[in-house]
């Protein structure tokens, strides 16, 4: 089993950049697959962007192709999500997420993870 911590998150402008950081409670590296995802009020929680245990990018969403980077640090168990020319709609909740490698399947939604943070909130203005 695996703890995350999320955090990084706050209110910016549109245009605005923030990085995200997730920290695991263990070495993730060959272990977990992990992913970053969003809710907005009153929505589903959606994928943004997932990552292979070796870090290889299995899935980024259209919605935030060009302008988001999911990246991982091995050596700080860290998982990253590099936020650029942020939008209003991009304002939600980011949760980080993690599954074990023997359960890995490359899926983007919310029944692919068992394991959660609990959350960092991203404002974006106009």
């Known amino acids: 089993q695996v703890q995350l911590v999320e955090s990084g998150g706050g209110s910016v402008q549109a245009g605005g950049s923030l990085t995200l950081s997730c920290a695991a409670s263990?070495?993730?590296?060959?272990?977990?697959?992990m992913g970053w995802f969003r809710q907005a009020p009153g929505g589903e929680r959606e994928g943004v962007a997932t990552i292979n245990t070796v870090g290889g990018v299995t899935y980024i969403a259209d919605s935030v192709k060009g302008r988001f980077t999911i990246s991982r640090d091995n050596a700080k168990n860290t998982l990253y999500l590099q936020m650029n020319s942020l939008k209003p709609e991009d304002t939600a909740m980011y949760y980080c997420?993690?599954?074990?490698?023997?359960?890995?399947?490359?899926?983007?939604?919310?029944?692919?993870?068992?394991?959660w943070g609990q959350g960092t909130q991203v404002t974006v203005s106009s």
């Open positions: 997420a993690a599954e074990h490698n023997l359960y890995c399947s490359g899926g983007y939604h919310r029944a692919d993870f068992r394991y």
């Open positions: 263990r070495p993730t590296y060959g272990t977990y697959c």
